[in-house]
């Protein structure tokens, strides 16, 4: 490709709401551009990229057994009442009328679809397992559209199904699955680490997302150095150790504790360690309200507050005053377990019920409860875990210290079990005869959003530094002056070699300034450079790479052995 002729809309300057690297440095090398929040297109050298990624996972999927077709984008209502996604989705799912008031959704996955597109045809356990996936646009109206293609509202998903007879062999499309994705996140050059993850309204039994690692990165992952222990911070099991004191239960007292709600008030005030604080939060789940009894020292993971209370994440939200005076007869900061003013629901870790004579609030304006003790002064729902992970926990599977990193989720493999094909009735008959509903997996990759996740991991501050097997192309040559004869002329010559020899080129034989090309060629990241200038004469070029610094004078003829060698290296063939 010529660049005189490239659809490549560089910018300057980029809005402010590019945050991360991935985000300016895309829209600046005009790789991309946003029609609204969450929506984006993308440009030849964006959508060169992105059919990359595509093509790689295409092959992998393939590898694995997998087969492609291509699902609608619209779904009928009906379809995701008989899951009860409809409304367990929320307001994450686009919805749409037509023009006989007949109501849709724009698919934000396609569970749902696929087991109903299968139900019918799928009769026998002989033709089982089946493994099906798309590579297509999805939608979803995420509540905080951020950081452009990694949290769009339309983006492009791989997204993958599996059925099979039993548990076995739901369990291992699982471990095919997973391969797969090991291969592919390997051969886009991504750092990543696979995690267990929460099932979250997708349900069924077990999960695992792959984290691209960057520090721009939206998701948590708690990993344990010393065993192969990670989750990400919703999953992530919290173990908080209580040292067994022989403590007597005291007398529980009411304290005047004027103008202290937060908890270091309180430490300032008792003087004493947080974690004998009882915490007291309040809810509105599905709008009911909720108090949940944490210790003092820690937060609460509203994501196992959910699956216990078995609510969608949509449905949970921070109590407003109005509630928290109502339940409580206190304004905030004085809610606590004991004499709630309603029947409120009333949950409490586990942990709660073996610290004695906790500080929590009087529910009433300025004043706390001393000594309180769980069983003796108050009851509640006991729940095993509710804290969220923090680095130096103790990691559950071996007892080292945790350490948490950011990550960017770019896959997530689930099994689900029965949830859909029991809901949708879609069943096979046995070896017997008998009716069973198929055990299904899902799997999704997010291939725009991995474009991004790569440059997250791939640049400087100049720009982009795409791996070989993703770059728009692999290689650009750039004549310094293109009204010098020798310089154009050789700088075309090399261009045809190299397009006959199978590579993708870019030629920059743009009237420009030197700089102006040098600096378009970093934003852009083109890893192989051959720089055409005044030894045109003598068929010596510069060779260059974009990840590394420094660059070698090569007569013409070397040129395409030292490509091969840059293949080779990166494990590709021309
Ligand atoms: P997240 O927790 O980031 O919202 P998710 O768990 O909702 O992701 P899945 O439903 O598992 O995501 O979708 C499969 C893949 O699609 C994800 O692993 C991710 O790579 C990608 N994806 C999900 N939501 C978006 C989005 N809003 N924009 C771009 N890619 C997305
Ligand atoms: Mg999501």
């Known amino acids: 490709m010529r660049m005189s002729k490239l659809y490549m ?22 790789m991309m551009r946003k029609l609204v929040s969450g929506v984006y297109s993308y440009l030849p050298l964006g959508y060169r990229i992105v059919k990359k990624i595509e093509n790689i996972v295409r092959e992998e999927m393939d590898n694995a057994g997998s087969q492609e077709l291509l699902m609608s984008a619209i779904q009928p209502k009906e379809l995701w009442e008989s899951s009860g996604r409809w409304e367990d989705f929320g307001p994450e799912m686009f919805k749409l009328k037509d023009r006989n008031n007949r109501e849709f959704c724009l698919g934000p996955t396609h569970e749902e679809y696929f087991t109903s597109l299968i139900k019918d045809e799928i009769k026998s356990y002989k033709q089982l397992p089946l493994n099906l996936y798309q590579i297509q646009t999805k939608y979803r109206d995420e509540k905080r559209p951020r950081f452009g293609v990694i949290r769009a509202r339309e983006f492009i998903m791989k997204d993958a199904y599996s059925f099979d007879k039993d548990e076995e062999g739901m369990e291992s499309s699982y471990r095919e699955m997973w391969e797969a994705y090991e291969k592919i996140f390997t051969r886009l050059r991504l750092k990543f680490k696979v995690v267990e993850g929460d099932s979250g309204t997708m349900g069924g039994n077990q999960s ?28 992530a099991k919290v173990v908080y150790s209580i040292e067994p ?63 216990y ?4 994440e949509h449905e949970l939200e921070m109590a407003d005053e109005e509630t928290i005076i109502k339940i409580s007869g206190a304004n905030k900061g004085f809610t ?26 009087g529910n009433e304006k300025d004043y706390h409860m001393k000594n309180v003790n769980y069983g003796r002064d108050f009851e509640g729902e006991i729940v095993e875990d509710l804290l969220l992970i923090e680095e130096g926990d103790i990691c559950p599977k071996c007892g080292e210290s945790l350490l948490i990193d950011r990550g960017i989720e770019v896959g997530n493999i ?30 999704g990759v997010g291939v725009s959003r991995t474009m991004a996740a790569i440059v997250e991991q791939y640049h400087d501050d100049n720009g982009i530094i795409w791996p070989l097997i993703t770059a728009p192309y692999h290689v650009i040559i750039t004549i310094i002056n293109v009204k010098n004869e020798e310089q154009k002329d050789l700088g075309e010559r090399i261009y045809k070699e190299l397009l006959e020899a199978g590579l993708e ?11 102006v090309k040098f600096n378009d060629r970093d934003l852009i990241g083109i890893p192989i450079r051959i720089t055409v200038g005044k030894k045109a004469n003598e068929n010596i070029v510069e060779y260059s790479l974009r990840k590394e610094e420094g660059r070698i004078e ?7 052995d030292k490509i091969k060698e840059e293949f080779e290296k990166e494990g590709m063939e021309i």
């Open 9 to 30: 809309p560089t910018l300057r300057e980029v809005p402010s709401e590019a945050e991360i690297p991935s985000h300016k440095l895309l829209l600046r090398a005009g």
């Open 414 to 443: 689930f099994q689900l079990g029965t949830k859909y094909s029991s809901s949708l009735h879609a069943t096979y008959l046995d070896e017997e005869g008998k009716e069973k509903p198929f055990l299904m997996g899902s799997y």
């Open 554 to 560: 090569i007569p013409v003829d070397n040129i395409m």
């Open 208 to 235: 695992h997302e792959f984290m691209a690692m960057a520090e721009t990165g939206e998701g948590l992952v708690a990993y344990c150095d010393s065993c192969d222990y990670a989750a990400t911070d919703e999953k």
């Open 309 to 312: 209370l078995k609510v969608p």
């Open 245 to 307: 004191k022989d403590e007597k239960e005291k007398e529980m007292e009411k304290v005047h504790t004027p103008n202290a709600t937060t908890i270091d008030d309180l430490v300032d005030f008792f003087k004493i360690e947080k974690r004998n604080f009882g915490k007291a939060l309040v809810y509105l789940a599905s709008r009911e309200p909720v108090v949940v009894i944490i210790p003092g020292d820690r937060e609460l993971n509203e994501t196992k507050l959910c699956n």
């Open 336 to 361: 606590g377990p004991v004499g709630l003013k309603e029947d409120v629901k009333l949950i409490v870790d586990s942990r709660i019920t073996k610290l004695k004579n906790l500080i929590v609030g």
């Open 505 to 515: 080129v870019l030629l920059d034989d743009r009237n420009e300034r030197a700089g």
